[in-house]
């Protein structure tokens, strides 16, 4: 069993900056895939960003490429997203999830574990 708990989320103007955490209890964290999806209002949720377990390996949405970045701490059990050059169509609902496999995965439905999500807020 993984709990996951998102933080750093909050209002921001175009072209600014945040970085999300995502806290993860449970022994079993580092068998996991992180990764972070997002979700505005109407619309489905999206993958963003995904980390391998090792944090060897990542892979980023095309929206988000080159703007944000997924990184993973074991020894602190937290994976982060900085988001650099916000806009407001950054903005959404952002959640980490867990995946109880070694590579990424982009479909939601795939994720074993998820948070209660952030909301993000770009103003332009």
């Known amino acids: 069993q993984v709990q996951l708990v998102e933080s750093g989320g909050g209002l921001v103007q175009t072209g600014g900056s945040l970085r999300l955490s995502c806290v993860a209890s449970?022994?079993?964290?580092?068998?996991?895939?992180m990764g972070w999806f997002r979700q505005a209002p109407g619309e489905e949720r999206e993958f963003v960003a995904g980390?391998?377990?090792?944090?060897?390996?990542?892979y980023y949405a095309d929206s988000v490429k080159g703007r944000f970045t997924i990184s993973r701490d074991n020894a602190k059990n937290t994976a982060y997203l900085q988001m650099n050059s916000l806009s407001p169509e950054d903005t959404a609902v952002y959640y980490c999830?867990?995946?109880?496999?070694?590579?990424?995965?982009?479909?939601?439905?795939?994720?074993?574990?998820w948070g209660q999500g952030t909301q993000v807020t770009v103003s332009s």
């Open positions: 449970g022994r079993t964290w580092t068998s996991y895939s």
């Open positions: 999830a867990g995946h109880r496999a070694a590579g990424i995965a982009t479909m939601a439905r795939y994720y074993d574990y």
């Open positions: 980390i391998t377990w090792s944090g060897g390996s990542t």
